[in-house]
C-alpha cells in the first residue's frame, strides 16, 4: 500500500543524530528524523529533538557557579583542609551536566543559521546551508488540513531500532560517530487516523492540535513524517499516547500466572493546521496537497 509513498518520503526523510559529553566525561547518543522542505535549506523536526540545546545552556550556568564556588572553597584561608573537602562534598555537582553537544544532520555537521522552536507544539523549523542538501532530496507536500478526516490509513517513517555510542576525541574536542554507522535504514510502520488530539492553547492563543494514529511512532521516529499513500505529509511525528484498555490479561512467570493490565499505545502528530499556521508565520516557503 505504502511502497510508492515511502519511494518518496526516503528522499526527504533523513536521520537526526545528537551526540553528548557530561561532566563526568561519559559520552551519550540519540536518534530521531527530520524533513527537509524546501531548497532553501528550511527543514522541521519535534521540538524535543533540541532539548540538548537548552538543557546545555542551562548546564553551563550551572557548572559556571559551581567552578566559582569550589575555587572560594580552594583559595579560602580561613578553612582547613578537612573543613575545605566537607564542603567540596556538599556542592550540588551533577555529574550529568552536558559540557559538550553535537547534532548531526543526515550524518554530517551542518550549520543551522536559524531556527524557530515551538516546545508547546512541539515543532521546531531550521535552516541550514544549502550545500549540506542531500543532492537526491525530493521536497514534501502538506495535506490540506481542511480536506483531512479521520479513517484514512497514513504511514510513520523514521529509524529506530538502532544502537549506538558515539566517541569524544579530547584531541580535537569533537565527536566521533561509529564507522559503518551510515547509511541509517529506514523503518515505516503504518496505522490509522483516529481522532484529533487538542492540549489547550499556547501563550500566543494558538490551539496546541494534534493527530492521532492507532500505530505508535517509534523510538527514532520523532521529528518523521506521517505521510498518506501519495506520500503527502498529514503530521509530523511527536509523541505517543498510553491507553489503558480496562482489562487484565494473565501471562506465566516463574510457572504462575499473573494478571496484567492491557494498553494500546497511540502515536500522536503535530497536526497539519498547526504547520500551516507557523510556515506561513514564519514566512518558510512549502508546497499543498489538497
Known amino acids: 500500500m505504502f511502497q510508492h509513498a ?21 559520552v551519550d547518543s540519540g536518534l ?9 535549506g528550511w527543514a522541521m523536526t519535534a521540538a524535543h529533538n533540541f532539548g540538548v540545546v537548552f538543557s546545555h545552556q542551562q548546564h553551563q550556568n550551572e557548572i559556571k557557579s559551581y567552578q566559582e564556588s569550589l575555587n572560594m572553597i580552594n583559595a579560602s584561608q ?3 583542609e578537612e573543613e575545605k573537602e566537607g564542603q567540596r562534598k556538599a556542592l550540588n555537582m551533577n555529574p ?29 523549523f531550521f535552516r541550514i546551508e544549502t550545500s549540506a542538501i542531500n543532492p537526491h532530496t525530493i521536497y514534501p507536500k502538506i495535506k490540506n488540513y481542511r480536506n483531512i ?14 544502537e549506538f555510542k558515539a566517541t569524544f576525541d579530547t584531541n580535537t574536542n569533537k565527536f566521533v560517530l561509529p564507522p559503518n554507522l551510515l547509511p541509517i535504514p529506514l523503518f515505516p510502520i503504518e496505522g490509522i487516523y483516529t481522532r484529533n488530539f487538542f492540549k489547550g492553547k499556547s ?14 511512532g517509534l523510538k527514532g521516529q520523532s521529528g518523521g513524517p506521517i ?7 498529514h503530521a509530523i511525528q511527536s509523541q505517543n499516547l498510553t491507553i489503558p484498555l480496562g482489562f487484565t490479561g ?11 493490565s492491557q494498553f494500546l499505545n497511540l502515536g500522536i502528530g503535530v497536526h497539519p493546521k498547526t504547520l500551516e499556521i507557523l510556515l506561513i508565520r514564519h514566512g518558510i516557503r512549502y508546497e499543498v496537497a489538497d
Not at 512467570?253 to 494478571?259: A, C, L, S, Y
Request: charged share 20%; with cysteine.
Open 6 to 26: 515511502y519511494n518518496i518520503a526516503n528522499k526527504y526523510t533523513q536521520p537526526f543524530i545528537i551526540t553528548m559529553r557530561f561532566f563526568d566525561g561519559s
Open 32 to 40: 530521531g528524523s527530520f524533513v527537509m522542505l524546501n531548497n532553501d
Open 78 to 80: 580561613q578553612l582547613n
Open 96 to 124: 550529568k551536566w552536558i559540557t559538550n553537544y553535537a547534532i548531526f544532520l543526515g550524518g554530517s555537521q551542518v550549520n543551522i543559521f536559524e531556527n524557530f522552536i515551538h516546545g508547546e507544539h512541539d515543532i521546531a
Open 250 to 260: 494473565t501471562v506465566m512467570i516463574n510457572g504462575k500466572g499473573v494478571e496484567e
Open 149 to 162: 478526516s479521520p479513517g484514512i490509513s497514513l504511514c510513520k517513517l523514521g529509524f529506530p531500532f538502532v
Open 227 to 233: 505521510f498518506d499513500r501519495d506520500g503527502v505529509i
Open 203 to 216: 501563550e500566543d492563543g494558538l490551539e496546541i492540535l494534534f493527530l492521532e494514529t492507532s500505530s505508535p
